[in-house]
């Protein structure tokens, strides 16, 4: 069995599109598994969707025609492109406890866990960046032109300083992050926030291009912040990427609330995190007022709130 944890961006999305720098971090609370059984001679690949009890039949990607317009089947079929493998026999059966349309990765993680399991299963493990270059590949079937973030930071499973086209940056997390996110049950698609940001910024060039080098010096800054572990700035940026990201037009009146009454508990800082219009809001918090806030924020009308640490994953 194979996993890939959600994500959670702390600085820089839409801007990230441009070529500034975003800062993205594992959220390990969530994940997506996928597990590999053996099927009898000729039954081929099947995908379980076990989640929602769908279930698809892959075709071989050389036996001709387009590529399958299912996320699911076109990552199996690259995975098999990639390894030069026959179609094999076994069934794939996805879990994942990340909610869809949220700004949480989803896509990327069931991608990546499915890529990696399937690999593993024909003896050809991929990881790093071949693995990081197949989710990719998925990824821009979900959101049209991804920036690479999502698969980027699923597949190191590790805190990235990222900026589009080149290698992620891993860096230190001075102090700590504890966070809660919240989810505000709005299921919202990133390729329509991502497709409306860059309407407004054709129509709109300048103005549009200078909040983007706005949010981009904000993320530097917030760099520096995270490694030295100055909590109270990191939060007061992360209060300034939700304005811009207003600016955008991807917040709502809803996330708008959540991170209002998240900041009046006591939170530290809050903003809006991935797509928007939906999904998530993040608020930094001290370990003493975790609950609180989380509390406010349910109360403000978030469907579901959980706790994350972010630190410096030692390794050995
Ligand atoms: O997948 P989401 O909703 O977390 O959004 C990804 C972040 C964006 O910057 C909005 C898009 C991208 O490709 O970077």
New binding site residues.
């Given amino acids: 069995m194979q996993q890939a944890p959600a994500k959670i ?1 702390l600085f820089g ?2 801007a ?2 441009y070529g500034q720098p975003a800062i993205a971090v594992p959220f390990t609370a969530l994940h997506a598994t996928v597990e590999s059984r053996a099927t009898p001679p000729g039954t081929g690949l099947t995908i379980i969707a076990g989640d929602v009890g769908q279930l698809l039949h892959v075709e071989h990607p050389l036996a001709g025609g387009e590529p399958s317009g299912n996320a699911l089947i076109y990552a199996a079929q690259i995975t098999l492109a990639k390894l030069k493998a026959p179609l094999p026999d076994l069934s794939l059966e996805i879990r994942s406890t990340i909610p869809v349309a949220s ?1 949480l ?1 989803s896509g990327a993680a069931v991608s990546t866990a499915l890529i990696r399991e399937l690999s593993a299963a024909l003896g050809s493990p991929l990881q790093g960046d071949a693995l990081n270059a197949l989710v990719y590949e998925v990824e821009k079937m979900h ?1 049209g032109t ?2 690479g ?2 698969n980027t930071v699923i597949v190191s499973g590790a805190p990235v300083y990222f900026v589009r086209g080149q290698a992620p940056q891993p860096f230190q997390i001075g102090t700590p992050l504890t966070l809660v996110v919240a989810d505000s049950g709005i299921q919202a698609s ?1 390729r329509e ?2 497709g409306a940001v860059r309407e407004l910024y054709e129509q709109h060039p300048d103005s549009f291009g200078g909040y983007f080098e706005e949010i981009g010096a904000l993320v530097k800054e917030a760099r520096r912040y995270i490694e030295a572990g100055n909590l109270k700035e990191i939060g007061q940026l992360m209060n300034r990427n939700h304005i811009l990201l207003s600016v955008l037009t991807v917040s709502s009146p809803l996330l708008n609330r959540l991170t209002g009454a998240a900041r009046d508990a006591g939170a530290l800082g809050a903003k809006l995190s ?2 928007g219009r939906g ?1 998530n809001v993040i608020a930094l918090v001290m370990s003493s007022t975790a609950d609180q806030v989380a509390e406010a924020l349910r109360g403000a009308g978030a469907v579901r709130t959980w706790m994350t640490t972010v630190e410096t994953l030692e390794t050995a």
């Fill in positions: 961006i999305e839409h990230v599109v700004g990765g959101h991804p920036s973030i999502d990133t926030s991502v991935g797509g999904g």
